[in-house]
């Protein structure tokens, strides 16, 4: 009997440390029979030459280029584009730089449709892949064609151009999938807006992980950021500053090393999710770190880590513009002022675990109502 065929694209590779939400939706198709076509794209040779830090969630450090058959239900392909969509952060040099940025959906136009031919359901993350959304549909016109937004494009600082192709090619989808209601307003127009939360993966979390603080028998106040995605360094250093006695855990690749990092703030690098999983799992409380800018907002909703925090019931903290009065035991401080700092550390001291937030669901969830999305009539 023929497996149904699913293909991704994503700026995610299948096997990394970091298990962004297009992993846990792919993990989920192959349990349930189906078969996955991942394919990483948003990466050329401007990327290998300058040492994409992002290769750091590799455990050899690069990516293989070319097909790789993992198992019977997941098939990868990888390649560097002559160039991606990337900003100079310079509005008018972006916008000089257009012309050859349609290297990157030409380049792809030769390796894509081996793969979408006959494919039932095609899903394409948020980010560069979204350029490539017109020659997809072309070459699956009978797969279920869904727009995962994982992300607000406009805080990741990419070129305009790329946020204008978002929108562009948004009616191009069967189903535009969000877990923010603020980044749901953008797609508000559509009748193909959903909103699909986030999840966790429950049977893992519940299961037996090892406790990372067994052998510190001082009883020290255990901290938390399992993520670095748009990291504040000013407001983790502050909070190390303002309480040594507590030692603070940062899980995640950072593009510069802190300046005048406090003793009590461990910098762990990329680790594998069981090893986040099991800290957050332990610890006394999950730090948010956000920078503190518009945009930031969807990541209540949309944090991974924030997510894990609330299925274990730790109090968080974060700035306050990602404060949502529906999360529990979320505590908000004012970025850059050392006095409202230190209130919201004396008021996440003061608190301790509660119930698992119900509003956390698990990722089967989000398969489910994926696989829900009607192919075109």
Known sequence: MRKPRAVILTGHFPVQKRQGNILWLSDNLRANGWHVSMITVGYSWVSKLRGDRRFEQLEGGAPVAGETRHDDSLTSFFAFSPL????VRKPLLDALLHPL??????????KLPRYLDGADLVVLESGPPVMLAPQVRRAAPDAAF???VSDDIHVHGVPRFLARAEMAHAPLFDRISVASRFLARRFAHLDSLRIDPMGVAKSFL??????PFAADRSG???AVCAGTTQFDADSINMMAALRPDWTFHVLGRLKTVLPDAPPNLILHGEVPFSTAAAYVKYADAGLAPYLDKPGAEYQTEQSNRMLMYRYFGLPMIGPHRICDPEVPRLVGYAPGSRDSMAAALGQLGGMRRGPSDPAVQDWSVLYERIVSTPKPA
């Open 84 to 87: 991606h969509p990337f900003s």
């Open 101 to 110: 940025h349609q290297s990157f959906p030409w380049y792809w136009s030769g």
């Open 220 to 222: 020290r106040y255990q």
């Open 206 to 211: 519940d299961g037996d992980l090892p406790d």
């Open 146 to 148: 869904v727009y995962r």
